[in-house]
């Protein structure tokens, strides 16, 4: 392989990492904001540390550590930065696979368990609310309000503690809450988005891919040339 191409190469595989870095950031500060005002924790009482602000936190320094290993690896010419970025890599998109097949050999149980959790923290809201504590009933009236819904299957969820953001409009009477749960919207939401999320998920397994193959390439023209560890 000419100089030329590895320089070629080297620089491409830096300002896609670099490009990666910059994502990584802005998810991990957006995952920060999220979790100094809204965790919604209290939807999944089972899986609270893995709420929405926790996950993008997770992912955000996820993405920029492995992103800042493959742009000074690639820039550098590190050997070492290089296969430790192959690795991880390698590592994420067996992960990512391995959900994936979860997900949809799991895909009754875990319908089964969400179904069950935003039953129970439905309860836990009610209990709550009566006690004056707000704080659980916050995430139930933002995803009511967002999703138009009400109660996990309808109305009749929350007793005779129904709160306004089940309503329609200001002032309501009973016949005008939200007659769908959420949990179908919820459902509803997800498979109006399978296919976009699909292919975001074969589009990132194909940058990973990528990734790997321009990183190895370096790592052997490095120890071919025996620049050694730089």
């Known amino acids: 392989m000419s100089q030329s191409c590895l320089n070629c190469l080297k620089y491409t595989m830096s300002v896609v990492n670099f490009i990666c870095w910059l994502c990584g950031v802005s998810i991990l500060g ?31 320094t996820i993405v920029t550590c492995i992103s800042f290993l493959g742009f000074l690896g690639a820039l550098k010419e590190n050997r070492c930065l290089l296969i430790a970025y192959f690795v991880l890599l390698f590592i994420l998109m067996v992960s990512e696979l391995a959900l994936a097949c979860a997900l949809l050999i799991y895909e009754r149980e875990i319908e089964t368990f969400f179904k069950k959790d935003l039953l129970h923290s439905l309860e836990t809201s009610k209990a709550t609310s009566k006690s004056g504590n707000t704080t659980a009933q916050d995430d139930w009236d933002r995803v009511q309000t967002t999703f138009q819904c009400c109660g996990v299957y309808n ?3 929350w007793s005779q503690t129904v709160p306004g953001s089940c309503c329609r409009y200001t002032d309501c009477n009973p016949r005008e809450y939200w007659t769908e749960g959420c949990y179908e919207k919820f459902k509803a939401w997800f498979e109006n988005n399978f296919l976009s999320t699909g292919a975001g998920m074969i589009g990132l397994c194909i940058i990973e891919v990528l990734g790997m193959c321009f990183s190895m390439t370096l790592f052997c023209h490095i120890s071919q040339s025996g620049l050694g560890y730089k």
């Open 30 to 60: 957006l995952g920060i904001y999220l979790m100094m005002n809204s965790k919604f924790s209290s939807l999944i009482p089972t899986l609270s540390s893995l709420n929405i602000s926790n996950s993008l936190v997770i992912i955000g």
């Open 155 to 157: 109305a009749s969820d």
